[in-house]
């Protein structure tokens, strides 16, 4: 085999190995708990991150005209009262999910004001699917 193709080879295969690595790098993101996120401090500030939160009911606000949602989160349920929450600002349509104690995970950036900016938001309401297969939720 001639050494431009054997060159050509490799140049192409570096090339396509290094496309991979770079989008794995680009589609990395942290995922914290809501304390881990504070104590990373102004450090966080800006950048893209994933959090797992408990939603606390009563914190929720709609402005379904606007299409704006602001609620509360805590790491668990059993921290609603002792652990400061996080305010979670999200833009588009209300979730059906989105009740007291439901589990969250939100994409987004915490800003300066120590809001979080949902890009994204993702939840499960455990109970009510308690309801619809207890014996999958027991183990039986």
Known sequence: MKPKYLLGGALVFM????VIIQGFASGDQYFLTIGQLR???PEIVDQSVRIS???????????AQNLRLEF???????QISS???LRIRYEGPRPELLQDHAQAI????LNSDGTFA???LLL??????EEQFPNQVQGN
């Not at 499960?124 to 699917?129: A, G, I, M, V």
Request: charged share 25%.
């Open 124 to 129: 499960k309401c455990p109970t009510r699917y």
């Open 39 to 41: 104590s990373k401090g």
């Open 72 to 78: 509360e989160v805590v790491e668990s349920t059993d």
């Open 15 to 18: 090339a396509i190995a290094i």
């Open 118 to 120: 949902a890009d994204s």
């Open 106 to 109: 939100i994409e987004g950036r």
């Open 83 to 85: 652990q400061q929450s």
């Open 53 to 63: 939160g408990t939603v606390i009911g009563d914190t929720i606000q709609v402005d």
